[in-house]
Nanobody, 115 residues
C-alpha cells in the first residue's frame, strides 16, 4: 500500500519561508513522478509543482521563482521549499503520486501566511 506522510507547514509571516516534506513508502520511489497540490476552501485542488523520476520540474505560474520542488531518492522523500510567501499562498498543501494507475495523496498540511 502506498503511503505519503507529510510534514512541515504552519504559520509564517508574509515574505517568510517554509519547507514541506513528503515521505513515500510502498512504491519504487526512484521511478515515481511526484507532485504538490494546494487547495483553499470552495476551490478545486490545484497542481502547483511536479517533479519527474528523472528530476525534471514544472511549476504553476503563481509560484514560479518562489517555490522549489526537489526529491531525495535515498530518503524516498519529496520536498517543497516555499520562499517569499504571500498571503494568497495560504492553503492546505497535498503531496501526490500516481502509482499503478491509482492516485495517492498525503493527508495534507496547512500553510497560513499572515499579511
Amino acid at each position: 500500500q502506498v503511503r505519503l506522510v507529510q510534514s512541515g507547514g504552519g504559520l509564517v509571516q508574509a515574505g517568510g519561508s517554509l519547507r514541506l516534506s513528503c515521505a513515500a513508502s510502498g512504491l519504487n520511489f526512484k521511478i515515481a513522478n511526484m507532485a504538490w497540490y494546494r487547495q483553499t476552501p470552495g476551490k478545486e485542488r490545484e497542481l502547483i509543482a511536479g517533479i519527474t523520476s528523472s528530476g525534471s520540474t514544472n511549476y504553476e505560474d503563481s509560484v514560479k521563482g518562489r517555490f522549489t520542488i526537489s526529491r531525495d531518492n535515498a530518503r524516498n522523500t519529496v520536498y517543497l521549499q516555499m520562499n517569499s510567501l504571500k498571503f494568497e499562498d495560504t492553503a492546505d498543501y497535498y503531496c501526490q503520486t500516481r502509482w499503478r494507475q491509482s492516485n495517492f495523496w498525503g493527508r495534507g498540511t496547512q500553510v497560513t501566511v499572515s499579511s
